[in-house]
């Protein structure tokens, strides 16, 4: 029986897809904080270069790939689609299991597919160095790639505690040459001021995405870089999706629900944006599932409001699913999963019921992705763990209905460097918070 379906260098999408295009209501655009006045392009030229503000606003359903970014992708991309005969026969379900594998990239998630296309629009922009955040280094990993292959300084703001605990990443974005400071550092006049006031502090994403921006504004040739969240990085995520549309039709079916887990939401978007164009303007059925950890869960138990993206309140105001930019979600594993708010666009989509949402406790996760382990092979990232969560629970209620449903879902990456969660579950130490 045919698993797997291969695409070739050839099939690499050519252009990205633009569900902003689509959308039947228009998103609500960001807000200046002071004056609660939409923002002007001009004013995010401080922190973004101008292409990259342009792609942000873009009203084109299609924007096309540079060749550069194409030679890139490359490297790794397309990416496999394998259906997991083996998961679907130990949870004996007649449900068919796809999936698309983001975890072949060099840094082992989906997280390459932005900044590779970030670094070059900064590069051909003019920019020498970019500055950004990062918990567990998934984010400043990738970044680190890109900028060396574009030629560009990084300097990475990490999660003081994700900094000192989890040390494979931060020796990656090393290898790669990157600069990387454990935040809160004293680098920035807000990591200064939070050291001041607790030396031991131990950081979270918003107070180093308030430092990366701050470093930004204060930095000559600097910009600054996002990996999740805004409508630009949403939008380079969609390779995914459309490579899986092809590869969708190789197999030979449809999917009835597709799943992703969602941090900021862009390897959720990445897959399923292309597939929402279809269930908009085609009329398909799709149930469309974003999954979080019920530890941070901004759409199942947040708020639909305009709220700061930092804890800092640098950020534009941005109309999102949050649990308020103070929140300081509690230490699970899926480091990737832990943001108080979620994509606009993404929260948009689940406003409109386009999308739904689901939460799972981590305990539950880490069964499903041991399960998936030792039948698939691949050891699943924590956060890629709570899709397949999910897309058990939907399977074994297809057991249960006696129904043939067609799932697909992302694998955004491989845990190969987050094996201690899987030692703390395995040795019974895992808890849900
Ligand atoms: C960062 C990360 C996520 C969460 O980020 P999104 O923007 O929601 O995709 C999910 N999976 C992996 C493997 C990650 O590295």
Not at 49 to 60: S, T, Y
Not at 156 to 181: D, E, F, I
Not at 279 to 299: D, F, H, L, N, Q
Request: hydrophobic share 40%.
């Amino acid at each position: 029986m045919r698993t797997r379906f291969d695409l070739t260098q050839a099939d690499i999408p050519k252009q990205w897809y633009n569900l902003l295009a689509d959308l039947p209501e228009p998103l609500p655009p960001p807000l200046h904080p002071g004056t609660k006045q939409p923002v002007p392009p001009e004013a995010l030229l401080a922190i973004f270069p101008e292409n990259l503000v342009q792609q942000e606003m873009c009203p084109d359903r299609f924007v096309e790939i540079p060749e550069a970014v194409r030679e890139i992708y490359a490297l790794w991309r397309p990416t496999p689609l394998l259906r997991a005969v083996r998961f679907e026969k130990a949870l004996q379900t007649p449900a068919h299991i796809y999936y698309k594998y983001e975890g072949v990239s060099p840094a082992g998630s989906h997280k390459v597919n932005t900044s590779v296309a970030q670094a070059y629009f900064n590069k051909i922009a003019g920019t020498k160095r970019l500055a950004t955040e990062t918990g567990a280094g998934q984010w400043g990993s990738s970044l680190a790639l890109a900028c060396k292959l574009f030629d560009l300084e990084c300097t990475v703001y990490m999660v003081k505690v994700s900094y000192q605990q989890k040390p494979y990443r931060r020796m990656l974005m090393h290898t790669w040459g990157a600069t990387v400071h454990p935040s809160p550092s004293d680098q920035t006049n807000y990591g200064r001021k939070l050291l001041a006031e607790d030396p031991n502090c131990q950081g979270s994403l918003g107070i180093a995405i308030s430092e990366a921006i701050e470093d930004t504004v204060t930095h000559p040739h600097t910009k600054y870089s996002l990996g999740s969240v805004l409508n630009h990085v949403c939008l380079h995520q969609t390779v995914i999706g459309l490579e899986a549309l092809k590869q969708m039709e190789l197999a030979g079916e449809e999917p009835d629900a597709l799943f992703g887990c969602c941090g900021g939401g862009s390897n959720f978007a990445g897959l399923v944006f292309p597939f929402l164009h279809k269930k908009i303007r085609e009329g398909k059925k799709y149930r469309i599932v974003g999954v979080e950890p019920t530890a941070c869960p901004s759409m199942t138990k947040g708020e639909l409001r305009y709220d700061f993206g930092d804890t800092a309140e640098t950020t534009p105001l941005l109309m999102m699913y949050t649990l308020g930019h103070k929140f300081m979600p509690p230490p699970i594993h899926a480091g990737g999963l832990r943001y108080h708010g979620m994509s606009p666009l993404v929260s948009h989509a689940l406003k409109l019921r386009l999308i739904e949402a689901e939460a799972y406790h981590q305990t539950e996760v880490f069964e499903r992705a041991t399960l998936f382990a030792r039948t698939e092979g691949i050891v699943p990232a924590p956060e890629s763990a709570h899709a397949i969560a999910a897309v058990a629970a939907e399977a074994l209620r297809a057991r249960e209905a006696g129904q043939k449903r067609v799932i697909l879902f992302n694998l955004s990456g491989h845990g190969l460097l987050d094996l201690s969660a899987y030692e703390s579950f395995l040795n019974g130490k895992l808890q849900d918070v």
